[in-house]
């Protein structure tokens, strides 16, 4: 089954749905990046956030990124999505893998760290970027995409996220599941659905067993229905291209790029998110320098137009 989200809304006005299955999309991260069970499950998290966080973005080219830094042994973490459906993700430390926890869960809370901020940037074409930033709740991710859209954009929320590894290392399942209080959810609706929350089996073991996310979200709604409003693939897909990082080389300026040339035969130079490595040969870096800084060495100017 290819991955997909799905957003809806309880037929009673109480919540709005959010879905994701993200199986295909975090095994692909995990061997782009050759992360370690403890690291995927906490990058195929912040991923899965992000899809989640997608599904109000109106325009395919609008983007919103999720930056984690809890000051863990895995380092930073990245994740973005964008209107298209397209999700990309790295982690500073991918190959850190910690021992199981007392409940022989992977440790992505102690990998991840709770000593610092979990970040929401979304870029809608606007002049500014919206940004938020909430102190980290657990590390977990679920709890702290929950805790960051209570407190920062003030919208009761709760979410379900999990990342399922084989033995092996290969993803069996990840998807995650966002519910949002609306106006008309009364009390009682709402404490109903944070006891099933708590009670209900890992999210993953449930996809594993091959229940589709809106599945088991109507079994936490039950008895009221879950209408489906949209649904949208879901793909590994990254927006690094060699002239991003031509420019990304001029950035560096003429000195840089003449170093790079007298020093080796070619640069190879690695994209952080899909791995992709793109080489420039000695000639490549001389054609920039006579091309960008009009082949007079030695000094940084602005760039010819």
Do not use: N, W
Request: proline share 5%; with cysteine.
């Amino acid at each position: 089954m290819d991955d997909y989200l799905f957003r809806g809304v309880s037929d009673d006005g109480s919540f709005r749905v959010i879905g994701a299955r993200t199986t295909h999309l975090v095994d692909e991260a995990r061997r782009r990046h050759q992360a370690s069970p403890t690291a995927i499950a906490a990058l195929g998290r912040a991923m899965t956030a992000a899809v989640l966080l997608s599904a109000d973005l109106k325009k395919e080219d609008h983007r919103v990124m999720i930056q984690i830094q809890g000051g863990g042994p895995l380092g930073e973490i990245l994740a973005e999505a964008d209107g298209a459906g397209r999700a990309r993700g790295c982690i500073q430390r991918p190959s850190v893998h910690l021992p199981p926890t007392e409940a022989r869960k992977l440790d992505v809370g102690g990998g991840v760290g709770a000593r610092g901020f979990f970040s929401v940037t979304k870029d809608l074409g606007l002049k500014e970027p919206y940004q938020g930033s909430v102190p980290l709740v657990s590390g977990e991710i679920a709890e702290d995409l929950s805790y960051y859209l209570t407190v920062s954009e003030q919208v009761p929320s709760a979410a379900a996220i999990g990342v399922l590894v084989e033995v092996d290392g290969r993803v069996k399942a990840a998807g995650g599941l966002l519910f949002q209080s609306l106006p008309e959810a009364s009390d009682e609706a709402v404490a109903r659905l944070e006891k099933r929350l708590r009670e209900m089996p890992p999210l993953t073991s449930l996809l594993s067993r091959g229940l589709a996310p809106e599945e088991v979200a109507r079994e936490l709604l039950s008895p009221v229905s879950l209408k489906i409003l949209e649904t949208r693939p879901v793909v590994f897909g990254c927006r690094c291209s060699r002239e991003r990082v031509e420019r990304a080389l001029i950035a560096l300026g003429i000195k840089e790029i003449e170093r790079l040339a007298k020093e080796k035969e070619s640069t190879e130079i690695s994209c952080d998110f899909c791995r992709t490595t793109y080489v420039f040969t000695r000639q490549d870096l001389e054609r920039l320098i006579k091309e960008v800084f009009g082949g007079k060495p030695g000094r940084d100017r602005v760039p010819q137009a």
